[in-house]
């Protein structure tokens, strides 16, 4: 499939009432165009595609929004490289992409460098950087694999979300909530480490012009699942 086909079935699975929420927030979406088509749909849409290192790069290169969720969607984590990650990370100016470019699943958390690349952002003063790292820690405190960071890593990045978190914005506030959650999942030790700076923070606000309720980071550390599957 090319960049052409690729657009025709955007085109194709268009959600015309998203397009005019888009619209609308023109501000925050920039110059970017959609078709207001949702993330569960451009996972099948990314998996019908499958994956196609040349194809993720042109559609990262067009001024269309689902084209590039896309293009994170397909890329092969074998071929990212370290300076695609920062010119890309560059580019990034609509919160959502940001946030699909360092987790949901997307290519750049399954390469070989993803650990020390997000411990370089997260000690970034680049806003954009931070809020990724945080999101590419939440990716890799969920790996089962061999060659995972050991405790001793996350209890490091929990200490250090709780004596960073009021000197950070917003956006990477809410990187942290996630990041914390996702630790706090691993295991005992670390959940009750995460629950303790959850507890201290409280939940975390969105910004002022999102009807989203707070990230109450403490909620999904406690909850029936949690307890029983860690045995808290």
Same mark, same amino acid.
């Given at each position: ?21 888009? #619209?609308?927030?023109?501000? &925050? ?11 569960? &749909? ?22 269309? $929004? ?8 397909? #890329? #092969? ?19 959502? !992409? ?15 460098? &993803? ?18 790292? $945080?999101?590419?820690? $939440? ?24 004596? *960073? ?6 956006? &990477?506030? !809410? ?14 030790? !670390?959940?009750? *480490? ?39």
């Amino acid at each position: 499939m090319n960049n052409i086909q690729v657009i025709a079935l955007l085109k194709a699975n268009q959600n015309k009432k998203n397009i005019e929420r888009w #619209d609308k927030g023109s501000s &925050v979406s920039g110059k970017l165009k959609s078709f207001g088509i949702g993330l569960t &749909v451009l996972r099948k849409l990314a998996k019908q595609i499958g994956r196609d290192r040349n194809l993720a790069l042109e559609l990262w290169d067009t001024d269309i $929004y689902d084209a590039k969720i896309i293009a994170l969607l397909i #890329d #092969d984590p074998k071929q990212i490289t370290r300076e695609q990650a920062e010119m890309q990370v560059e580019s990034l100016r609509h919160g959502h !992409l940001a946030h699909v470019f360092s987790s949901c699943g997307a290519s750049l958390a399954k390469t070989h460098f &993803v650990v020390p690349l997000l411990v370089e952002w997260i000690n970034s003063k680049d806003t954009m950087r931070q809020s990724c790292g $945080y999101g590419l820690l $939440y990716e890799v405190s969920k790996s089962k694999k061999k060659d995972a960071p050991v405790d001793a890593f996350f209890l490091k990045k929990i200490q250090e979300i709780s004596t *960073s978190f009021h000197k950070v914005h917003k956006a &990477v506030q !809410l990187a942290m909530g996630g990041a914390l959650i996702g630790i706090g999942k691993r295991n005992a030790v !670390l959940n009750a *480490s995460a629950l303790k700076v959850a507890k201290s923070i409280g939940p975390i606000q969105f910004e002022s012009n999102s009807d989203c309720e707070p990230l109450d980071v403490t909620k999904h550390l406690t909850s029936d699942y949690i307890k029983n599957k860690l045995g808290v």
